[in-house]
């Protein structure tokens, strides 16, 4: 007699992610691709996308750098972030809207792991922002005259707030079965971004970007930016998250405990060590290069002057002679072959919160640099350089409130391509007629508007004559206390009809 055992049939049903891997993964790209392609995510790239490029090459004028272009990835995607968050939670609710809920019942995946593959859909808008990002700051690294170097740190708060905010949404749809919840998950999202925006130093880095009261330069040691821990505090509240929705979806699996264990301890280490603030070193090195620049600048003489920056600044030395060279090219008497030492300057002592302006050096022929170039940054040095060539010293030439400023002037935009849109440029108000402060790395100057109708009218001479006319009458234009018709007949021009008195 023969026996026949049957073996009994495995069961379609497995709880365990690795074996419902492929049905996961099935889900996960159609989850995906249905993200991707909502109106919502496809509106905020759109406008994402769009600001980026509007924006490329306007935030740093002519030569970036890359210690500013990495925060500047930070803030457009949040838009993304809460367009994601609002098409996960919904698509997360699908069949409760549609009334399919019942349905999953007789399928292979049980709801904690269609709700796994939500959760990998937002990775890949995640995915899909790094590119953006990547691709944001690799131009501004590829442009030529970019100084500094990017973190990586801050360039992942992007990528993770897009992942952060998906996460949130997969969450709240896990915990209220609501469409209303997401919508005021949004709000609640934006108060506290404004709340939390303006506290302190602490307190703000519990946000996902945290932006800069002001748009000072400072060399990368200097920053002082927790952005490695501000990553791993926003990469660990994701994963968090994430691991929750799973939990609250009956992922009741000990590696999803374990899981939420370790990113919750991941979270609670990032947002504690990013709110330690400045340490000591940094607080000393950041007044040192305030106070005594000269102990950490690198110097280098071109055609007998001296340029002394920040190590980061060197390839830049290059743009500032070229100023230099210009500006002694126009000017008469000894001022026309004098050396001078051009010193690159910032205040940081209060970090990227401070915007503290600079006073004036007092060593003789030693000009102010500052750390950004470009754009209005170049007339002003200009003017400074004009400025310590004619008065001797910086803080002399700041003080100088009569008819000198038209040679000054002259000198700092008489070499431009387009002097009168340089002009434009350097003055505070953007004007070109009537009286005006005229920026400088340091402290101002003030043109009256007759001294202004005086440098008008010698900028309408051809170039080569206005020189010739500056150069023969140097020692005139630049006596102490001339006024701006006195050097008006000096120049052959026009007595001026407007007013001649300074600021006091």
């Known amino acids: 007699m023969t026996t026949v055992v049957e073996k009994p049939v495995a069961s379609g049903m497995r709880n365990e992610l690795g074996g419902s891997f492929k049905a996961v993964l099935a889900l996960t790209l159609f989850e995906s691709r249905r993200l991707l392609t909502r109106i919502p995510v496809l509106l905020a790239f759109s406008v994402y996308l769009g600001w980026?490029?509007?924006?490329?090459?306007?935030?740093?004028?002519?030569?970036?750098?890359?210690?500013?272009?990495?925060?500047?990835?930070?803030?457009?995607?949040?838009?993304?972030?809460?367009?994601?968050?609002?098409?996960?939670?919904?698509?997360?609710?699908?069949?409760?809207?549609?009334?399919?809920?019942?349905?999953?019942?007789v399928l292979l995946l049980p709801h904690w792991c269609r709700t796994v593959a939500h959760a990998l859909s937002v990775a890949a808008a995640a995915l899909v922002t790094a590119l953006c990002v990547a691709g944001q700051f690799g131009r501004e690294a590829l442009r030529p005259g970019a100084i500094g170097q990017g973190s990586v740190g801050e360039l992942l708060v992007g990528p993770l707030t897009v992942l952060l905010f998906g996460l949130a949404g997969l969450l709240m749809a896990g915990l209220v079965r609501s469409v209303l919840a997401a919508p005021l998950l949004v709000v609640l999202f934006l108060f506290l971004f404004l709340f939390f925006s303006g506290m302190d130093y602490g307190a703000r880095w519990l946000l996902p970007a945290v932006e800069e009261p002001t748009s000072n330069t400072l060399?990368?040691?200097?920053?002082?930016?927790?952005?490695?821990?501000?990553?791993?505090?926003?990469?660990?509240?994701?994963?968090?998250?994430?691991?929750?929705?799973?939990?609250?979806?009956?992922?009741?699996?000990?590696?999803?405990?374990?899981?939420?264990?370790?990113?919750?301890?991941?979270?609670?280490?990032?947002?504690?060590?990013?709110?330690?603030?400045?340490?000591?070193?940094?607080?000393?090195a950041r007044e040192r290069a305030t106070v005594h620049p000269e102990q950490v600048?690198?110097?280098?003489?071109?055609?007998?002057?001296?340029?002394?920056?920040?190590?980061?600044?060197?390839?830049?030395?290059?743009?500032?002679?070229?100023?230099?060279?210009?500006?002694?090219?126009?000017?008469?008497?000894?001022?026309?072959?004098?050396?001078?030492?051009?010193?690159?300057?910032?205040?940081?002592?209060?970090?990227?919160?401070?915007?503290?302006?600079?006073?004036?050096?007092?060593?003789?022929?030693?000009?102010?640099?500052?750390?950004?170039?470009?754009?209005?940054?170049?007339?002003?040095?200009?003017?400074?350089v004009a400025g310590v060539l004619i008065a001797g010293d910086e803080e002399a030439a700041t003080s100088i409130c009569d008819g000198r400023i038209v040679p000054l002037m002259w000198l700092a935009v008489g070499w431009e391509s387009d002097p009168l849109d340089a002009l434009r440029r350097v003055r505070l108000n953007d004007t070109v007629t009537g009286s005006d402060s005229v920026l400088q790395p340091t402290n101002g100057l003030y043109m009256t508007e007759a001294q202004t109708e005086v440098l008008r009218a010698l900028l309408d001479l051809p170039r080569a004559e206005a020189g010739a006319r500056v150069k023969d009458r140097w020692d005139e234009l630049t006596a102490p206390k001339i006024t701006a018709a006195r050097a008006a007949g000096l120049l052959g021009l026009p007595a001026p009809e407007g007013e001649d008195k300074c600021l006091s």
Do not use: I
């Open 297 to 384: 600048h690198s110097c280098v003489r071109r055609d007998g002057s001296t340029y002394c920056a920040f190590p980061e600044w060197g390839p830049r030395v290059g743009d500032w002679a070229a100023v230099v060279d210009r500006v002694r090219s126009l000017a008469g008497g000894s001022a026309h072959d004098q050396d001078v030492v051009v010193r690159q300057r910032v205040d940081a002592r209060y970090g990227l919160s401070g915007d503290a302006a600079l006073d004036s050096l007092k060593r003789p022929h030693e000009v102010t640099v500052g750390t950004q170039w470009g754009g209005n940054r170049v007339p002003e040095f200009s003017a400074a």
């Open 52 to 105: 980026t490029v509007w924006r490329a090459g306007k935030a740093w004028g002519d030569y970036p750098a890359l210690q500013d272009a990495d925060r500047a990835t930070q803030g457009a995607p949040m838009l993304v972030g809460l367009a994601v968050l609002l098409s996960v939670n919904q698509a997360a609710l699908r069949s409760r809207r549609h009334g399919t809920e019942r349905y999953f019942t």
């Open 219 to 284: 060399p990368s040691d200097l920053m002082g930016r927790p952005a490695a821990w501000h990553a791993l505090y926003l990469a660990g509240l994701a994963l968090f998250l994430g691991l929750a929705a799973v939990l609250a979806a009956g992922g009741r699996k000990p590696a999803v405990f374990a899981g939420v264990a370790g990113t919750l301890a991941l979270t609670l280490v990032g947002g504690v060590a990013q709110s330690a603030g400045d340490s000591p070193e940094l607080v000393k």
